[in-house]
T-cell receptor, first 113, second 115 residues
Framework: DTGVSQDPRHKITKRGQNVTFRCDPISEHNRLYWYRQTLGQGPEFLTYFQNEAQLEKSRLLSDRFSAERPKGSFSTLEIQRTEQGDSAMYLC???????????FGPGTRLTVL | AQTVTQSQPEMSVQEAETVTLSCTYDTSESDYYLFWYKQPPSRQMILVIRQEAYKQQNATENRFSVNFQKAAKSFSLKISDSQLGDAAMYFCAYEGGVGDDKIIFGKGTRLHILP
């Protein structure tokens, strides 16, 4: 399967713990995006990469959030000191370049207890 | 800032009938892209249709077509011959031109298909 993959699909953690999610984009795609979706809402933009460069970060991305794409392939999103408000679906998407269609992964559902 | 508004939180349509989902957006840009995404209960976001703002011709993909009214900043989705598999959340989305690559989503419309 050459689609966007995300791991894990589900994560349950206790408040205050750190969590890390992984996204593997479609192999030839240079751009990689992270979104957050809460129940009943549309996805909200968090950040995106062009190859290994992080080009934009949303104000939603507090200091507890960090994203990396070290070799321009897979990306990780880390949340430190999780809070209950971080509970959401975290979606990853990739595209070949600016203006081309974005393809989404299945998401990682985070539950913070 | 760009915004996307979907004024219909939920809609229902009889199987095999036609339904239109509404979307309006606000932007000061002249070059941009518009999308409709489908998110079934499994929650994987699927691209349904895409429209480039510079194209006057409305995009179509099989049973899905759009009515793009650039001056009115309106971008509606028509689903013809509705099928049970069309039941999902539908999100209208906007992407700016070069240098503004993030997608902004509306809040979505939940579409129910009645057998």
């Amino acid at each position: 399967d050459t689609g966007v993959s995300q791991d894990p699909r589900h994560k349950i953690t206790k408040r205050g713990q750190n969590v890390t999610f992984r996204c593997d984009p479609i192999s030839e795609h240079n751009r990689l995006y992270w979104y957050r979706q809460t129940l009943g809402q549309g996805p909200e933009f968090l950040t995106y990469f062009q190859n290994e460069a992080q080009l934009e970060k949303s104000r939603l991305l507090s200091d507890r959030f960090s994203a990396e794409r070290p070799k321009g392939s897979f990306s990780t999103l880390e949340i430190q000191r999780t809070e209950q408000g971080d509970s959401a679906m975290y979606l990853c998407a990739s595209s070949f370049t600016s203006g081309t269609s974005k393809f989404f992964g299945p998401g990682t559902r985070l539950t913070v207890l | 800032a760009q915004t996307v508004t979907q004024s219909q939180p939920e809609m229902s349509v009889q199987e095999a009938e036609t339904v239109t989902l509404s979307c309006t957006y606000d932007t000061s840009e002249s070059d941009y892209y518009l999308f409709w995404y489908k998110q079934p209960p499994s929650r994987q976001m699927i691209l349904v249709i895409r429209q480039e703002a510079y194209k006057q011709q409305n995009a179509t993909e099989n049973r899905f077509s759009v009515n793009f009214q650039k001056a009115a900043k309106s971008f509606s989705l028509k689903i013809s011959d509705s099928q049970l598999g069309d039941a999902a959340m539908y999100f209208c989305a906007y992407e700016g031109g070069v240098g503004d690559d993030k997608i902004i989503f509306g809040k979505g419309t939940r579409l129910h298909i009645l057998p």
